[in-house]
C-alpha cells in the first residue's frame, strides 16, 4: 500500500478523496491455552477459519477468510455481510495466539490489495508475528463502496473545477446497494474485533498509517485489553478535523521551497522558485491552459488542460516522498516556461485514485469531520485555494450522502497506558508533527519520534520498521535506540530533467 492520499483523479475523487492517504466461528486462543494446549495446536485453530490463498504481489500462499457481521450493528438479524481478511502467517511463530493489526489508510484503501506492501514494510515483524489485514467494510473485498463510472475517460483533458458534484455523488450513491450510513469508523471496529474473536488471536499489536491511525485509536479506545502495542504512522488525532490538511500542504510546500533556497545548486538553478509556483497558480486561477503533451501512462500525444486544481494536486502528490519531491523544482521552473510535461509527470501519480472506494471515504468524512467544522476550522481552510475547494466539494457531496454524524465524544482523544508509538515526517504534507503530539495527550505510555527528512508514511521510508519490530517483540518503549531516524534520506533536487546535484556528505551517515 502506499500512502499517498488521492487528489483530483476523478470528479468525485476531487471532492472527498482530500485527506489522509492507509482488515477486519468464536474460538479465542485464551480459552485454548488454558487447555493446555501446543503451540502448534493453536496455529492450527487460528487458521481452522481460513483457506490457503494466494495474494497479489506475495509469491507463497498465505491464508484468507471472512466473517459473516450485521450491516447495521443495532440489528443483529437484518441485513449481512462478509468482512474479508487474510493472514500473512510468521516466519517462525513462537506466538500463535497473537498477530500484528495493520490498517490500511485512505479512508478507503483495501489493506488486501495492499498485503504487498505491508509484507515488505513489516517484514521483520514477520519473521516472528502473523501480520494480520482486514478489508475495512466498505473497501476491497468487504461490502466496497465504489464508484465505478465516476472516473474520466480522459482525467488529462477534463476540467476538475467545472463539475456538478451533487449530481455525480448522488448518482454514486445510487450504485451503492448497502446502507451507505454503516461504514463509518465506530462499524468498522466493531469487525476488527469480529475478525481477531474468529482468527483466535487473544492479543494484537496494532499498526495504522494516515486513516489507519484513527482506526487504530478508535480501537485502542474501545478494546484496550486486547491490545499490546500500538504504532500510529502519520497521525491523525482524534480531536482534529481534516480540513486542517489544509494547514499541512502550506506547510509542507514552504519547507520544500525553503530548502531549495537554501541549497546552493538549486537556488542557482531556480532562482525565483517561490515566485513562479505563485504566477503559475495565479495564471491557472484566471484560465486552465490548454496543451498538447505526451501521455505519461501511454506515451500517446495527447490534449492536456491543466487546471489550478490539478497543478496543485500534483505538488501535493509529489510532498509525500523524498524521491518524487526532488523533482518539484525543475517541474515548477518547466511550467512557468510553459513546458507541461515534467508537471504531469507528477500528475500521473493521482490518476489511480490511490485505490479508494470513495463511497466508504464519503461515509466516514461525512459522519466523522464535515459536521463538525465550526466558524475557526472554516476560516483556516479558507485561508488556501485548496482547502476552500475542499470544503466546498465536500459539503457538496455530503448534503446528497446524508450520513448521521457521530457523538461528539468520538473526537476526545484516548486515555491509555497501552505502550503507543508515534511516527511524524518532518516532511509530511498531511500529517505534520504537531498532529502527533496532539494525540499524545492522554497517552501515558507513548513516545513521539520524528524523522527529519521523511514525507508520510515514515516506516517505509526510514528505519523505523525495525524500532515497530523492537516495540511488537518487546512489547515496551524502553528498548528503542531512534537515532538511526537522523539519517538524511534527503534527495537531491533534480536541475533538470536528468541531473541531480551531489550529496554533500558532511551532513550524511
Given amino acids: 500500500m502506499r500512502y499517498p492520499q488521492s487528489t483530483s483523479s476523478g470528479p468525485v475523487r476531487r471532492g472527498i478523496s482530500l485527506i489522509y492517504i492507509g482488515l477486519q466461528g468464536m474460538f479465542t486462543s485464551c480459552a485454548l491455552l488454558l487447555a493446555g494446549i501446543t503451540a502448534a495446536q493453536a496455529a492450527n485453530d487460528i487458521f481452522a477459519h481460513t483457506q490457503a ?37 510468521a516466519i517462525k511463530n513462537a506466538d500463535p495466539d497473537k498477530a500484528l493489526l495493520a490498517i490500511a489508510g485512505g479512508p478507503g484503501q483495501s489493506a488486501i490489495e495492499n498485503a504487498a506492501y505491508f509484507n515488505q514494510m ?22 466496497p463502496l465504489a464508484c465505478e463510472d465516476m472516473t474520466p475517460i ?35 471496529v466493531r469487525d476488527f474485533e469480529a475478525v481477531r474473536q474468529a482468527a483466535g488471536y487473544s492479543k494484537l499489536d496494532i499498526y495504522g498509517i494516515s486513516y489507519g491511525t484513527r482506526m487504530a ?43 531549495c533556497e537554501q541549497n546552493a545548486a538549486c537556488q542557482q538553478a531556480f532562482p525565483q522558485l517561490r515566485s513562479q509556483l505563485a504566477e503559475v497558480e495565479q495564471q491557472l486561477a484566471q484560465q486552465p491552459v490548454s496543451a498538447k ?22 505538488i501535493r502528490m509529489a510532498l509525500y516522498s523524498p524521491t518524487t519531491r526532488s523533482l518539484l523544482p525543475y517541474a515548477i521552473n518547466q511550467a512557468a516556461a510553459g513546458n507541461y510535461q515534467p508537471i504531469l509527470g507528477l500528475y500521473g501519480l493521482t490518476t489511480d485514485g490511490a485505490g479508494i472506494a470513495m463511497g466508504m471515504h464519503a461515509s466516514v468524512v461525512c459522519g466523522e469531520d464535515i459536521p463538525f467544522v465550526d466558524d475557526t476550522v472554516e476560516q483556516v481552510a479558507n485561508r488556501t485555494f ?24 468520538f473526537h476526545q482523544p484516548v486515555n491509555s497506558d497501552v505502550p503507543v508509538l508515534l511516527l511524524s515526517g518532518e516532511m509530511d504534507p498531511a500529517t505534520p508533527p504537531s498532529w502527533a503530539e496532539l494525540a499524545m495527550v492522554d497517552l501515558r505510555n507513548a513516545t ?12 517505509s521510508q526510514t ?47
Avoid at 56 to 79: F, L, M, Q, W, Y
Avoid at 156 to 165: G, I, P, Q, V
Fill in 53 to 89: 490463498c494466494h495474494i497479489e504481489g506475495i509469491d507463497e500462499k498465505v491464508r484468507c477468510g471472512s466473517v459473516t457481521v450485521a450491516e447495521n450493528p443495532d440489528k443483529p438479524d437484518g441485513r449481512q455481510i462478509d468482512v474479508h481478511y487474510v493472514v500473512l502467517p
Fill in 122 to 143: 513489516l517484514g521483520k515483524v514477520r519473521q516472528f508475528r502473523d501480520i494480520l489485514l482486514i478489508d475495512q467494510r466498505g473497501t476491497g473485498l468487504s461490502q
Fill in 154 to 188: 480522459n482525467a488529462l483533458a477534463y476540467n476538475d473545477e467545472n463539475l456538478d458534484m451533487p449530481a455525480l455523488t448522488q448518482a454514486c450513491l445510487q450504485q451503492q446497494q448497502a446502507d451507505v450510513t454503516q461504514y463509518g469508523s465506530l462499524s468498522a
Fill in 217 to 259: 485509536q478508535v480501537y485502542l479506545k474501545h478494546y484496550p485489553q486486547v491490545l499490546t502495542t500500538v504504532t500510529l504512522d502519520g497521525v491523525v488525532p482524534m480531536q482534529q478535523n481534516l480540513m486542517y490538511i489544509s494547514e499541512a500542504i502550506a506547510r509542507a510546500t514552504d519547507l520544500m521551497l525553503t530548502d
Fill in 293 to 314: 503533451v505526451n501521455d505519461p501512462m501511454s506515451g500517446e500525444v495527447s490534449e492536456l488542460l491543466l487546471t489550478r486544481s490539478k497543478f496543485l494536486g500534483a
Fill in 386 to 409: 485548496v482547502g476552500s475547494e475542499m470544503l466546498s466539494s465536500l459539503r457538496e457531496v455530503c448534503s446528497v450522502w446524508q450520513v448521521p454524524p457521530v457523538d461528539p465524544s
Fill in 448 to 459: 513521539h519520534l520524528i524523522s527529519p527528512y521523511a514525507g508520510h508514511g515514515v516506516a
Fill in 463 to 509: 528505519c523505523a520498521n525495525g524500532l515497530i519490530a523492537t516495540l511488537v517483540k518487546t512489547g515496551s518503549l524502553k528498548e528503542q535506540d531512534a537515532s538511526c531516524l537522523d539519517r538524511d534520506i534527503s534527495r537531491s533536487f533534480y536541475l533538470n530533467a536528468n541531473t541531480v546535484e551531489p550529496l554533500a556528505t558532511a551532513n550524511k551517515e
